[in-house]
Each structure stands twice: as structure tokens, then as C-alpha cells.
């Protein structure tokens, strides 16, 4: 069965304290990667597509990275308006029409 | 949000009451889906649809019908709601171009609807 798993939960960090989240799956083929950030009471946001092992993408102080079992998304010198939920969803080579699978995100909160 | 609009954008509602939500874009694209976001569960699709008047089920479809008479409006409809209804219903769109925003799902703000 194709799952996405993200980790931790939650995530307290104090401002300038880098760390990482996780994002593990298990699909049949994977199309595509990607990365969302969700602010309370919004819709996602989209912030990257991975579509292959090795590949990396960064927007200022996010990183996103990718292997063949997760991807990660490094966090370096965090500001508390990173704070948000981070979403990870994948696509499968099973789907048709890009029906993504979502993880159920890590909620970051980065005090100043 | 990016050309797609939903409403309403807070609704409450009876068990057993019909309700319609609402999706409208003007980006043109083809592809439109509907979502619920339930804590614990993450996004899971309720209905897509890949043109006018073609649809099909996401993995959570029991209880919902959608209907697309034009390419800009994708609408969700609860026949007669249910308190397990209570959520927040995103709508997205995605183009399926070439480049650096292909197949990349762009979502509304969301709805939220509370079944009493």
C-alpha cells in the first residue's frame, strides 16, 4: 500500500536553531515529490518538486532533499515566520491524473 | 489565492440537510480536485475531475457527488450531511504543463463546514 510518513509530529525550535523534517514513503513508482507549507486557516502552499534521487531544491532558508525511501527538509537558521505546517505528498507512477498522497505534516513552531 | 475561489468559507449546518460548496478558478485548467483536511489524516481526496463533465472518486468519496458543467466551476455536494462531514474542504487546480510548476496543485483557502 502506498503510504507517506512525516516526523516528528511537532517541532519547537528557538529561532536560529536549524534542524530537519522527514518525510519517509513507500510507493509502487514515484513521479514526483513535493512540499507544501500550510499557514493556520489557509491552503497549502506549494515550495518544491523532487522527482529524483540525489536531487535537492532551496528557497532561503528551506532545503528540500530527496533519496530513494524520504526526503527531508532542512531548516537552517529558522525565523518565527517559518512557523507553519509543513506537508509532504507524493506521486505515483500508479496514478493516473497525479492523485498525491499527503503525509499528515509536521507542525513548526520557532520562537523568537 | 492564485485565481480559485471557494464558498462559502464557513458553514453550519443540520445532520441530514444538503449542502453545496463551491470551487471557482480562472486559470483555465483542467484538472480540478476536492480535499478534506481532517486532523490525524492529513488531505485525502474526496473527487477529481479532469475535464467538463468528467469526474471520478478520490479514496473518501462515500456521502459526496461533484458536478463540472464548466471548466471554471467544480462544485462538491453533501446529499444529506452527517457530523463525520465536519471538516475543512479544500478545492485545487493543476495545470499539467511543462516547467518548473508542472503538476504542482495549487489549493483554495478552504471551507469550513460543521454538521450539527
Known sequence: EDQVTQ????LR???GESSSLNCS???????????????????????????SA??????????ATLTKKESFLHITAPKPEDSATYLCAVDNYGGA???LIFGTGTLLAVQP | DAGITQSPRHKVTETGTPVTLRCHQTENHRYMYWYRQDPGHGL??????????DTDKGEVSDGYSVSRSK???????????TSSQTSVYFCAIRDRGFGAGAN????????????L
Not at chain 1, 516526523?7 to 511537532?10: G, K, L, N, Q, R
Not at chain 1, 536531487?55 to 532561503?60: A, F, G, R, W, Y
Open chain 2, 44 to 53: 485525502r481526496l474526496i473527487h477529481y475531475s479532469y475535464g467538463v463533465k
Open chain 1, 13 to 15: 525550535l528557538q529561532e
Open chain 1, 25 to 51: 514513503y513507500t510507493v509502487s513508482g514515484l513521479r514526483g515529490l513535493f512540499w507544501y507549507r500550510q499557514d493556520p486557516g489557509k491552503g497549502p502552499e506549494f515550495l518544491f518538486t523532487l522527482y
Open chain 1, 97 to 99: 491524473t497525479n492523485k
Open chain 2, 104 to 115: 504542482v496543485l495549487t489549493f483554495g483557502a478552504g471551507s469550513r463546514l460543521t454538521v
Open chain 1, 7 to 10: 516526523s516528528p509530529e511537532a
Open chain 2, 71 to 81: 471548466t471554471e466551476d467544480f462544485l462538491l455536494t453533501l446529499e444529506s450531511a
Open chain 1, 54 to 63: 540525489g536531487e535537492e531544491k532551496e528557497k532561503e532558508r528551506l532545503k
